[in-house]
């Protein structure tokens, strides 16, 4: 009992003490700033570091808990037991409500201490002191959701044993690190919408604060982009449906962000190097990090049934509250710099590389507002009428469609595109080549059997927008040797690859997949698809939270073992898919009801079969290369063109007063204009 009141004490203390903190440090914040108050500032970032502490210590206490079974806390009682491995008890923090809560606490906590730590030498700057302030909020919100809605310190009455964490959650080790990944992006996305609050209340609405915060994005965005590739990877190897992407509620949550996330990345480059679209950013911006805290409401609220969201609970209003203030505040405060935010640059033709980059704009808002209806629509009719609606994927799907195509033909046109106005002679010469890229992805396509308009457009388009990145790389590497690739234009082209391989990835998978259902007999042969599936036998397994039925199935020479699984803490019964993955295509076996009793008995086997799933993964991880590249500045910018220590205000104006000043021209491509 001792130590069950120790740890629900220290953990408690631990929120407390972040709490006190963040409130702290907004306060310290905002008087030192206010008062022009270095002394005070320097003590409001130290802040920081007890609030990352303080999360710490708190999630270091609950892994404590759940590693010693300390079933009096209710949180261990309801995602811990005694016969859950080691891996499935450590990650079982954040496979419930307040767990997770407690994880993006953590995450956040850190990104505040490391951008106290990163701003040390300029925290008497009034940009970092209100981005500090903001933060601090933030932070301070999240403690208050551990501390009372959701409190993983609660002590209830002690049993002997829990349930453990949901079956899905503890039988395949991507559990350890989509969680993370997907928080590491969705909070991190916290860092440019503080500095672009900051930006708003101080005035300095330049480009400085853009340079400042670019590489937090990025990494923030490659994060989220992992995170999501790893929870596709997840459902295709757990849930036993052979998809990647079912447009569940949930999915669409952490997709939204990623829409406005990847506009903003885009088109911040036309404010760094034009002054334009300053609007665009900053709503951008705020749109992200409140997506990230609708997504919250929508997964753990328990206003939506999916696979990936938690129980009913009280921390929705709170959300709700937090959302809406977040939404309300943005938008009145870049009404109030109105004036400011004027951009000193024009478009001087829609056909340019500004031009390309306000339609993709456009497209990804397109995108996400289409996402946004079809997921929160459901909700609205239920509160309003009080019945029950789906919006299926074939909403999403017949919607989604031509938004893809249409992102694929930017990603072909826009590297090509010149600043300014393009002629149709430089045009033509840049997109020669790309365009018989195009031409040849079709072909092949053709060739190797593809069917059905849609399919063969967007091979052929993402055939046409990888070569454009091809050349643009072929380019840097001529002019600047293997260094020419660091930078974000070239960076952002390997990224831009890895979108291709994903996208011909889905279509592949989602337009040529082949499914069959068999009832086998011991030792009988089936013929699919041009391969043999073998019955050969069973084997049962019986383990301290688990038993189940493996059929072992030849598949071309090759023993595979398709599963079913029944957890004996809930009494659930789980598919174990088998896969044989290959670069052109994957094998993908589940075994279905009825179970098998004996080697003698017959089974009923699912057999898909799903094309080129293997280049989603493949693409994942060249966009995950790509990020780290484009977050390393250019060989024109390491000489000197746009010093990436410059102080914040040789870039911004030094007072509210004074207008904004468009920041010096920084170039988007470090190989020249012609490229």
Not at 170 to 192: E, R, T
Not at 240 to 265: C, H, K, M, Q, R
Request: charged share 15%.
């Amino acid at each position: 009992m001792l130590l069950a009141t120790l740890n629900a004490q220290l953990g408690t203390s631990a929120l407390i003490i972040g709490l006190t903190a963040s409130i702290f440090g907004v306060c310290a914040q905002v008087i030192g700033v206010r008062r022009h108050d270095p002394k005070t500032i320097a003590q409001g970032t130290r802040f920081a570091f007890f609030v990352f502490g303080a999360a710490v210590m708190a999630f270091a206490v609950m892994e404590r808990a759940l590693i010693t079974r300390d079933f009096s806390l209710s949180y261990v009682q309801k995602v811990g037991a005694r016969t859950t491995p080691a891996l499935y008890n450590v990650t079982a923090i954040w496979t419930s409500l307040e767990g997770s809560i407690l994880l993006w606490l953590v995450i956040l906590g850190g990104y505040t201490a490391a951008v106290a730590y990163r701003f040390r030498t300029r925290r008497t700057d009034p940009l970092v002191g209100w981005a500090m302030a903001v933060l601090y909020i933030i932070s301070a919100f999240f403690f208050v959701l551990t501390l009372f809605p959701a409190n993983p310190f609660k002590l209830a009455g002690s049993i002997k044993d829990g349930v453990g964490p949901n079956p899905l959650l503890q039988n395949h080790i991507l559990v350890l690190f989509h969680p993370p990944m997907l928080y590491l992006g969705y909070v991190g996305m916290s860092v440019p919408f503080a500095f672009a609050i900051a930006a708003l209340i101080t005035g300095r609405v330049g480009e400085g604060w853009l340079m400042e915060t670019r590489r937090w994005t990025l990494f923030a965005w490659g994060f989220l982009t992992i995170g999501i590739l790893l929870g596709g990877w997840w459902s295709y190897e757990v849930l036993g449906w052979g998809g990647v992407w079912g447009w569940d509620p949930v999915e669409n949550a952490s997709f939204l962000p990623w829409l406005t996330g990847t506009a903003y990345i885009h088109s911040v480059m036309v404010q760094e190097r034009r002054g334009m679209l300053r609007v665009w950013n900053l709503s951008l911006l705020v749109a992200t990090f409140s997506l990230t805290i609708l997504g919250t409401f929508l997964t753990r609220s328990g206003v939506l049934a999916s696979v990936h969201s938690f129980s009913e609970s009280g921390i929705g209003p709170y959300l709700l509250a937090f959302f809406g203030l977040v939404v309300f505040a943005s938008l009145a405060l870049i009404a109030w710099r109105g004036d400011r935010l004027r951009s000193p640059g024009s478009m001087d033709s829609p056909i340019s590389r500004e031009g390309a980059f306000l339609a993709n704009n456009v497209i990804f808002g397109l995108f996400a507002f289409i996402i946004l209806l079809g997921t929160v629509y459901p909700l609205l009719v239920e509160a309003i009428q009080n019945r029950k609606i789906v919006v299926g994927s074939p909403y999403f799907d017949q919607l989604g469609k031509p938004i893809g195509i249409a992102l694929l033909f930017m990603m072909a046109i826009a590297p090509a595109l010149p600043w300014r106005k393009a002629s149709s002679e430089v045009l033509s010469k840049r997109l020669f080549w790309p365009a018989w890229g195009g031409v040849v992805a079709m072909a092949v396509a053709l060739f190797v059997g593809a069917d059905g308009i849609t399919p063969i457009i967007a091979y052929g388009l993402a055939g046409f927008a990888a070569a454009a990145a091809i050349r643009q790389l072929v380019l840097a590497s001529r002019r600047q040797g293997i260094r020419g690739f660091l930078g974000r234009a070239n960076g952002g082209m390997i990224v831009h690859l890895g979108v291709i391989l994903v996208a011909v990835g889905l279509v592949s998978s989602n337009s040529y997949s082949r499914q069959q259902t068999f009832d086998i007999k011991a030792n009988s042969t089936v013929t699919f698809s041009g391969h043999t599936f073998t019955y050969t036998g069973i084997e049962k397994f019986d383990q301290a939270q688990r038993f189940g039925t493996k059929a072992l199935i030849s598949v071309d020479g090759h023993i595979y073992a398709p599963a079913t699984t029944t957890y004996k803490s809930v009494g659930q019964t789980v598919p174990t898919p088998s896969v044989k993955t290959g670069l052109t295509e994957d094998i993908y076996l589940v075994l279905e009801d009825p179970k098998p009793a004996s080697a003698a008995d017959p089974i009923r086997l699912t057999v898909a079969i799903k094309p080129m799933i293997a280049w989603l993964w493949i693409g994942g991880l060249t966009m995950a290369f790509g990020t780290v590249l484009a977050a390393f500045p250019g060989k024109r910018r390491r000489r000197g063109t746009e010093p990436a220590s410059a102080p914040i205000v040789e870039r911004i104006p030094a007072s509210p007063a004074e207008p904004a000043k468009p920041a010096n021209p920084v170039p988007l491509e470090p190989v020249g204009a012609d490229v």
